[in-house]
C-alpha cells in the first residue's frame, strides 16, 4: 500500500460511525414526527419551529466554514462553495419566514418573501453542482446527459402543468413563481442525477454521495408539496416535512466529513470529493441501505398519518405519494437482491483476480528490493567520493591540531587557551565526519521496526537535548502531547537531523517552533524555523538521495528522514514563509503494517 493510499484510508475509516450516527437522526427525527397525529397545531409548533431553525441553521454554519476554509486554501472548489454558503442563507431565512407566517402572523399569502429566497436559491445551488462536478461532468456520456434530462422533465411536466391550471387567470407575478419552481427545481436536479450516474460506476467520496442524496430528495419533495397544497391535503407535520429535513441532516453530515479532510494537513485535504483515489463502492456499501432506511421511514410516517389524520380535502395526494415511495422500496430492495446475485456470480472470478494480483504483488516487490539494492549501491559508489573530499579535510585539521599541541611548550596546560581552541577545532571536526557518517548509514540501513508507544512531546524533548544548540538560536517546545506507536531510535534520528538543519539554516540565529497536534487518527508535528527558506526549485528535490544545498554535506539526511516516516506508514512535507516541516504519524502501527513497508 503507499503512503498516499494509506493516509486517504485513515481519512474514510470513520464513515461507517457517520452512516451509523446519520440514520439515527434520521430516525429521532422521524420518531418525533410521528407525534403529529396526536398533537394540535400549537403543540406542534414547539416541534416544527426547532427543527426548520436547527438544520437550516447547521447548514449555513457548515457550508460557510468550509467556504472560508477552501478560500483560505486557494482552493478551485472555494467559488462554488461560497456560493451555496449564499444559498444556504437564503433557505435559512426563507424557513424562518415560513415559520413565522405558519406559528406567528395569521395568513400565509403567495407568494410571500419566503417565496421569494427560495426561488434565489436555486440558481445558486444550480451553479454550485455545475462547477464542483465539473470534472465529473467532462466525462460523462451522452446517454446519461440524456436520462437525467429525461428524469427531470418527468418531474417537470405534471408539476408545470398542474401548478399553471391552478394558477390560472391569476397575477402575472404569483403565475411566474409558481412556474419557477419546477422549472427551476428540474434544471437543478439534472447534474445531481448524473452525479449519482457517476456513482454506479465510479468510486466516490461519502461526503458527496450525501449531497447529491440531498438535492434529489430536495427535489422529489418539492413536486410532492406542490400537489399536496393543490389537492389541499398539506399540513404542518405533513410526511413531506419529513424530506426536507432528510436533506438538512444529510448536507450537513455531507459537510461534517468535508471539514474533516480539509483539516488534515498536506496536499490530501486539496482532493475532490469525487477522487480516482477512492476505491470502494459508495452507492452499494452506503447508498442502497441509506435509501431503503429513508423510503421505509417515510412508508411507515406516511401510513401514520394515513391511520389517524382525517382531513376533510381528498387524499390523493397521500395515495399518490405512498404508492410512488412503496415503488422506490420495490426498486431498492430488487437492486440489492441483484447486487447480491452479481456478487455471487463474480466469487470466482474475483478469487482467480485475487490470487493473479497476489502472485504479481509478490513479483512486483522481489523485483522492487532488486531494484533499491542496486540503487543503494550506486548511491553508496557515488558517495564514497564525496565522501573521500569531505572526510579528508575535518582530517587535515584534527592532524594539524594534534601536530601544534605536540609542539606546545612542555609547561601548557589544557586549560590555555590556544590549546583550548585547537582542541575545539577537533571535536568540531569529529561532529562533521560522524554527522556524514550517520546520514550513509540511516540512508543505507533498512531494519525493521522495534515499536513502542511513546509520548511525541517527550522524545522530541530527548532530541532536543542531544543536539549543541548556540546562544543565539531559541528553541521553543508546544506543550501539546500525543502517543504514538514508533521506533524511538529511528525517530529520534529524525527529529535531531531537522533540529540540525533548521540551525544550519539559521546562521544569524533565529527561533524554531515545534508543534505537536492531532487530527482524526493522525498525530501532526511540525518544525518551524526563521531561515530564509527553500526555493521553490529546490522544493521538489529537498528529499532526493545526495541532493543538497550545503556545500558540506552528503545529501541523504532529508532523504533518510523520509524513509524512516515512510517506514512508519508517515508523510514529511515542506513549505515555505515560514519554513516548516510537518510529519504526519499514524498514531495506531500494525504489525502487518509494519512488515509490509519493510519489505
Not at 427535489?219 to 398539506?234: M, P, R, S, V
Not at 522524545?459 to 500525543?482: A, H, M, R, Y
Not at 516541516?581 to 502487518?592: A, D, G, Q, R
Amino acid at each position: 500500500m503507499s503512503q498516499k493510499d494509506t493516509i486517504s484510508k485513515i481519512a474514510i475509516d470513520s464513515n461507517k460511525n457517520t452512516i451509523v450516527g446519520l440514520v439515527i437522526v434520521m430516525i429521532a427525527i422521524t420518531a418525533i414526527y410521528q407525534l403529529r397525529p396526536f398533537l394540535d397545531d400549537t403543540q406542534f409548533s414547539y416541534i416544527a419551529i426547532p427543527a426548520y431553525a436547527i438544520l437550516p441553521g447547521l447548514v449555513t454554519l457548515y457550508s460557510t466554514l468550509l467556504a472560508i476554509k477552501l478560500y483560505k486554501r486557494n482552493s478551485y472548489q472555494a467559488k462554488g462553495f461560497i456560493l451555496f454558503a449564499i444559498a444556504a442563507a437564503f433557505w435559512f431565512i426563507a424557513e424562518q419566514i415560513w415559520q413565522l407566517y405558519d406559528h406567528v402572523w395569521e395568513g400565509a399569502p403567495f407568494p410571500s418573501e419566503a417565496d421569494i429566497f427560495y426561488i434565489a436559491a436555486y440558481p445558486l445551488m444550480t451553479i454550485f453542482l455545475f462547477m464542483s462536478l465539473k470534472p465529473v461532468l467532462r466525462k460523462t456520456g451522452r446517454n446519461v446527459w440524456l436520462f437525467a434530462i429525461g428524469l427531470a422533465i418527468s418531474f417537470l411536466i405534471p408539476s408545470v402543468l398542474a401548478a399553471y391550471d391552478d394558477m390560472f387567470e391569476e397575477e402575472a407575478f404569483a403565475t411566474s413563481i409558481a412556474l419557477l419552481y419546477p422549472i427551476l427545481g428540474a434544471i437543478q436536479v439534472v447534474p445531481a442525477i448524473v452525479g449519482i450516474m457517476y456513482l454506479t460506476k465510479q468510486g466516490a467520496s461519502l461526503s458527496w454521495m450525501l449531497i447529491l442524496f440531498g438535492f434529489i430528495i430536495y427535489t422529489i419533495a418539492d413536486t410532492f408539496f406542490l400537489f399536496a397544497e393543490l389537492d389541499g391535503t398539506y399540513y404542518d407535520g405533513h410526511p413531506v416535512d419529513l424530506l426536507w429535513l432528510y436533506t438538512y441532516v444529510l448536507i450537513v453530515f455531507a459537510f461534517h466529513i468535508r471539514l474533516k479532510i480539509a483539516n488534515i494537513p498536506g496536499e490530501q485535504n486539496s482532493s475532490m470529493f469525487f477522487s480516482e483515489n477512492v476505491k470502494f463502492e459508495t452507492i452499494s456499501k452506503f447508498g442502497i441501505p441509506l435509501t431503503l432506511a429513508i423510503v421505509c421511514m417515510v412508508i411507515f410516517m406516511a401510513l401514520i398519518h394515513s391511520i389517524f389524520i382525517e382531513t376533510d380535502q381528498a387524499s390523493s395526494n397521500q395515495t399518490i405519494m405512498l404508492g410512488v415511495v412503496a415503488m422506490l422500496a420495490v426498486f431498492a430492495a430488487i437492486v440489492i437482491t441483484i447486487n447480491k446475485n452479481l456478487s455471487r456470480l463474480v466469487k470466482m472470478r474475483t478469487n482467480e483476480l485475487i490470487e493473479q494480483r497476489d502472485n504479481l504483488e509478490n513479483l512486483i516487490e522481489e523485483k522492487t528490493h532488486e531494484i533499491l539494492k542496486s540503487e543503494r549501491l550506486s548511491a553508496i559508489g557515488e558517495l564514497s567520493g564525496r565522501l573521500a573530499h569531505d572526510l579528508r579535510n575535518p582530517l587535515s585539521v584534527m592532524k594539524m591540531s594534534l601536530d601544534l599541541i605536540k609542539q606546545s611548550p612542555a609547561d601548557s596546560k589544557l586549560s590555555d587557551e590556544t590549546v583550548i581552541k585547537r582542541m575545539n577545532l577537533i571535536e568540531k571536526s569529529i561532529d562533521r565526519i560522524s554527522h556524514q557518517v550517520d546520514d550513509v548509514l540511516g540512508y543505507v540501513r533498512n531494519s525493521p521496526l522495534n515499536l513502542k508507544n511513546v509520548s511525541l512531546k517527550e522524545l522530541v524533548q530527548s532530541s532536543i537535548d542531544k543536539v549543541n544548540i548556540p546562544n543565539d538560536v531559541e528553541i521553543k517546545l508546544d506543550k501539546n502531547d500525543v502517543k504514538v506507536d514508533c521506533d524511538i531510535v529511528k525517530l529520534d534520528a529524525v527529529f535531531i537531523n531537522l533540529i540540525v538543519n533548521s540551525i544550519q539554516a539559521m546562521p544569524n540565529g533565529g527561533k524554531i517552533e515545534i508543534k505537536i497536534s492531532e487530527q482524526s487518527n493522525l498525530a501532526v508535528l511540525k518544525f518551524i524555523d526563521s531561515g530564509e527558506g527553500i526555493s521553490d526549485e529546490n522544493k521538489s528535490k529537498i528529499f532526493e538521495p545526495l541532493f543538497t544545498t550545503k556545500q558540506k554535506g552528503t545529501g541523504l539526511g532529508l532523504a533518510s528522514c523520509k524513509n524512516i516516516v515512510e517506514q512508519h506508514q508517515g508523510e514529511i512535507s515542506i513549505e515555505n514563509n515560514p519554513t516548516t516541516f510537518t510529519i504526519l504519524l499514524p498514531k495506531i502501527l500494525t504489525i502487518s503494517q509494519v512488515k509490509l513497508q519493510t519489505k
